[in-house]
């Protein structure tokens, strides 16, 4: 079975201060990782696919790292529109022609001015 | 907006109802995933539709069932509804059956009481 684990569950910065989020997971198959964004009460917002061991994307602020059995989230110089939940999901298939992505149960960050 | 419109965005019900969920996805997508995110479990994937097929099953109960209709929308029907289904419900698209990106609606907030 698919297994995603995040840390911390919680992370309050200083407005400047960077940090790293972790992402731990073991799957049968990896077919991609994907990084979302979730602010209260709203739907994940897409950040990042990351699909090999290696890899790295950037947006803004953010920076992801993929190994073979970890992710990072690297935020530099966070601000405080950076506060929301940071989800990371595994993606692998099912059966022959179907997909499913298993979630962890995020990092809450804040960002303080 | 994501373009995946989730409709109604608020649901409250009484125990032993039934509920229809609708979800229209992105232009152009043909996959619709299904996503159950309560508090104390994250995000649950439920099922998958790829142009009106079932390709993939998660851990839905049988008293939920969906489908997806000939223009794409889909629709998650919950019977008789339990306090343990109150949950946010959100819908994912993506134009393969196994996307590079995953577009999420705004969910629908169910509270069963």
């Known amino acids: 079975e698919d297994q995603v684990t995040q840390s911390p569950e919680a992370l309050r910065l200083q407005e400047g201060e960077s940090s790293s989020l972790n992402c731990s997971y073991t799957?049968?198959?990896?077919?991609?990782l994907f990084w979302y964004r979730q602010d209260p009460g709203k739907g994940p917002e897409f950040l990042f696919t990351?699909?090999?061991a290696g890899e790295e994307k950037e947006k803004e602020r953010l920076k992801a790292t993929l190994t073979k059995k970890e992710s990072f989230l690297h935020i530099t110089a966070p601000k405080p529109e950076d506060s929301a939940t940071y989800l990371c999901?595994?993606?692998?298939?099912?059966?022959?022609?179907?997909?499913?992505?298993?979630f962890g149960e995020g990092t809450q960050l804040t960002v303080n001015p | 907006d994501s373009g995946v419109t989730q409709t109604p965005k608020h649901l409250i019900t009484a125990t032993g109802q039934r509920v229809t969920l609708r979800c229209s996805p992105r232009?152009?997508?043909?996959?619709v995933y299904w996503y159950q995110q309560s508090l104390d479990q994250g995000l649950q994937f439920l099922i998958q539709?790829?142009?009106?097929?079932?390709?993939a099953k998660g851990n839905i109960l049988e008293r939920f069932s969906a489908q997806q209709f000939p223009d794409l929308h889909s629709e998650l029907n919950l019977s008789s509804l339990e306090l343990g289904d109150s949950a946010l419900y959100f819908c994912?698209?993506?134009?393969?059956?196994?996307?590079?990106?995953?577009?999420f609606g705004s969910g629908t907030r169910l509270t069963v009481v």
């Open positions: 539709y790829y142009n009106g097929e079932e390709r």
């Open positions: 232009s152009g997508d043909l996959s």
């Open positions: 999901a595994v993606q692998s298939w099912v059966g022959t022609s179907g997909s499913r992505l298993t």
């Open positions: 990351l699909y090999s």
């Open positions: 799957v049968s198959g990896l077919r991609g």
């Open positions: 994912a698209s993506s134009v393969g059956s196994v996307g590079s990106g995953y577009t």
